[in-house]
T-cell receptor, first 111, second 111 residues
Framework: DGGITQSPKYLFRKEGQNVTLSCEQNLNHDAMYWYRQDPGQGLRLIYYSQIVNDFQKGDIAEGYSVSREKKESFPLTVTSAQKNPTAFYLC??????????FGQGTRLTVV | GQNIDQPTEMTATEGAIVQINCTYQTSGFNGLFWYQQHAGEAPTFLSYNVLDGLEEKGRFSSFLSRSKGYSYLLLKELQMKDSASYLCAVRGRGSQGNLIFGKGTKLSVKP
């Protein structure tokens, strides 16, 4: 079945550690996105990529990094520079200008 | 830049009709999207408007006026399962082709 998969569903990180969240899609979508959602809040854009080997910063890119080496994959690294990383992270993909489809999300907690 | 406004919370009665408004300001416009998000889950796509007018899909309809920077989502024959957050999102053009979300409207449906 086609879809977008995020892993893991739950992730715990010690302060000062980098952690990478996985996002894979087999929908043949060119565009991929990473969002962060805090409790009771909307989605805030971290990074997005419209094509392989290219990506742009969103509104809250500081403390995060991404890569887009393959069309299917758009991993997000939460670095130690991100001071408040505990949140729900959502990855999405879309065909050009149409609707985006979301993965199930990764809930990151700093312990 | 882009700015999207929608009410924070709304309450409605089972079987009734509710209208959730969204106003937006964007430097380029290439579509408006509505999503439903149940607590703790990923958003799911509801509707897409790129031209002015009403799009109907079962119990859900969405309206767009580009000149006014305004959209609404209309939910008919409300059911308890419609209790969720409803997110309005706008896509820009070209290099601004990211997908920006409003903070969402939390709808509570009461018996």
């Amino acid at each position: 079945d086609g879809g977008i998969t995020q892993s893991p569903k739950y992730l715990f990180r010690k302060e000062g550690q980098n952690v990478t969240l996985s996002c894979e899609q087999n929908l043949n979508h060119d565009a991929m996105y990473w969002y962060r959602q805090d409790p009771g809040q909307g989605l805030r854009l971290i990074y997005y990529s419209q094509i392989v080997n290219d990506f742009q910063k969103g509104d809250i890119a500081e403390g995060y990094s991404v890569s887009r080496e393959k069309k299917e994959s758009f991993p997000l690294t939460v670095t130690s520079a991100q001071k408040n990383p505990t949140a729900f992270y959502l990855c999405a993909s879309s065909i050009e200008d149409r609707e985006a489809f979301f993965g199930q999300g990764t809930r990151l907690t700093v312990v | 830049g882009q700015n999207i406004d929608q009410p924070t919370e709304m309450t409605a009665t089972e079987g009734a009709i509710v209208q959730i408004n969204c106003t937006y300001q964007t430097s380029g416009f290439n579509g408006l999207f509505w999503y439903q998000q149940h607590a703790g889950e990923a958003p799911t796509f509801l509707s897409y408007n790129v031209l002015d007018g009403l799009e109907e899909k079962g119990r859900f309809s969405s309206f767009l006026s580009r000149s006014k920077g305004y959209s609404y989502l209309l939910l008919k024959e409300l059911q308890m399962k419609d209790s969720a957050s409803y997110l309005c999102a706008v896509r820009g053009r070209g290099s601004q082709g990211n997908l920006i979300f409003g903070k969402g409207t939390k709808l509570s449906v009461k018996p």
